[in-house]
């Protein structure tokens, strides 16, 4: 990132890789604006939590999703290796199909 001076009251950054350059003003209260389209390529939605950071190269702003405690199994190390598992079976063909239920619960007793 390459910090840009455009003036004494207003700081920018131009990305190398996406050539994106946006300005922001800082309001009373510190409340800063970030732009649609980049909110947008970000997902960032109204409400969602952004990680601000003070790094040498200026002000990093990371956005952070949070996931429901209700959901959070499905994010622990040991079920994300199973899903990753399934995956790699389904993909590799290891999977029966089954015309019915019946069917199915009769290949259990196999």
């Known amino acids: 990132m390459v910090p840009t001076f455009l003036s004494s009251d207003i700081l920018t950054s131009m990305s190398e890789e996406s050539g994106a350059m946006s300005i922001s003003i800082v309001r009373e209260k510190g409340q800063l604006t970030i732009p649609k389209e980049i909110r947008d390529a970000a997902h960032i939605a109204e409400g969602d939590p952004i990680e601000v950071e003070l790094v040498a190269e200026g002000i990093l702003l990371r956005p952070k999703k949070v996931i429901d ?5 499905f ?36």
């Open 69 to 73: 405690s209700t959901q959070a199994w």
């Open 75 to 110: 994010w622990t190390p040991a079920w994300q290796q199973g899903e990753a598992e399934a995956t790699a079976d389904i993909d590799a063909g290891r999977t029966t199909e089954h015309g019915s239920a019946e069917d199915f619960l009769a290949s259990l007793d196999e």
